[in-house]
C-alpha cells in the first residue's frame, strides 16, 4: 500500500509540493461520512500510489489549511497538481453531484442518522479515480 500522508498545518506545504499530482482527503474525527471517504483514499493510494500522492488532514486542528483553501464542510477532496489546487470537491460532489439534502433525505440507518451508502458505493471510487487520472 502506498503511504497516506498525516497532513497538518506544519508540513502540508512540502508534502504537496514534492507530488507532481497530490490527493487530500480533509476530514474532522466526528464525521461518519468521513470514514468511508478514508477507506476510498486508501484504495485509490494502493491504485495509483505511483502516480500521485495521497494524504489527509483533520481541519478541526488545522485551521491554516482550512482557511487558505476554504474548506467549509466534510468530507471535502482537494487534487493539487504542480502544488495547485485544480479541484475541490465537498461531500456532494465526492457522492457524484447529489444535494446534501437529498443525501440527508434519503436512507436512514436503525439509529436515525444517514446512511452514507452513497459513499461506500464503489462508483463513488472510480468516479473519484477517473477525476484524479485527469491531471496525471
Request: proline residues 4%.
Given at each position: 500500500?502506498?503511504?497516506?500522508?498525516?497532513?497538518?498545518?506544519?508540513?502540508?506545504k512540502k508534502i504537496i509540493e514534492?507530488?507532481?499530482?497530490?490527493?487530500?482527503?480533509?476530514?474532522?474525527?466526528?464525521?461518519?461520512?468521513?470514514?468511508s471517504v478514508d477507506v476510498i483514499?486508501?484504495?485509490?493510494?494502493?491504485?495509483?500510489?505511483?502516480?500521485?500522492?495521497?494524504?489527509?488532514?483533520?481541519?478541526?486542528?488545522?485551521?491554516?489549511?482550512?482557511?487558505?483553501?476554504?474548506?467549509?464542510?466534510?468530507?471535502?477532496?482537494?487534487?493539487?497538481?504542480?502544488n495547485k489546487l485544480v479541484k475541490?470537491?465537498?461531500?456532494?460532489?465526492?457522492?457524484?453531484?447529489?444535494?446534501?439534502?437529498?443525501?440527508?433525505?434519503?436512507?436512514?440507518?436503525?439509529?436515525?442518522?444517514?446512511?452514507?451508502?452513497?459513499?461506500?458505493?464503489?462508483?463513488?471510487?472510480?468516479?473519484?479515480?477517473?477525476?484524479?487520472?485527469?491531471?496525471?
Open positions: 500500500m502506498a503511504e497516506v500522508f498525516e497532513l497538518s498545518d506544519e508540513n502540508y514534492d507530488n507532481s499530482v497530490f490527493m487530500v482527503d480533509c476530514y474532522t474525527p466526528m464525521c461518519l461520512p468521513c470514514k483514499i486508501n484504495e485509490l493510494s494502493n491504485e495509483f500510489g505511483n502516480k500521485a500522492g495521497f494524504g489527509k488532514i483533520d481541519i478541526s486542528k488545522n485551521s491554516n489549511f482550512r482557511e487558505e483553501f476554504k474548506v467549509e464542510i466534510v468530507p471535502t477532496i482537494l487534487i493539487f497538481q504542480r475541490k470537491l465537498g461531500y456532494a460532489g465526492i457522492a457524484g453531484g447529489l444535494s446534501t439534502l437529498k443525501l440527508i433525505a434519503g436512507s436512514k440507518s436503525k439509529d436515525g442518522m444517514p446512511d452514507d451508502y452513497h459513499l461506500s458505493d464503489p462508483k463513488v471510487k472510480k468516479r473519484l479515480g477517473k477525476i484524479l487520472s485527469k491531471y496525471l
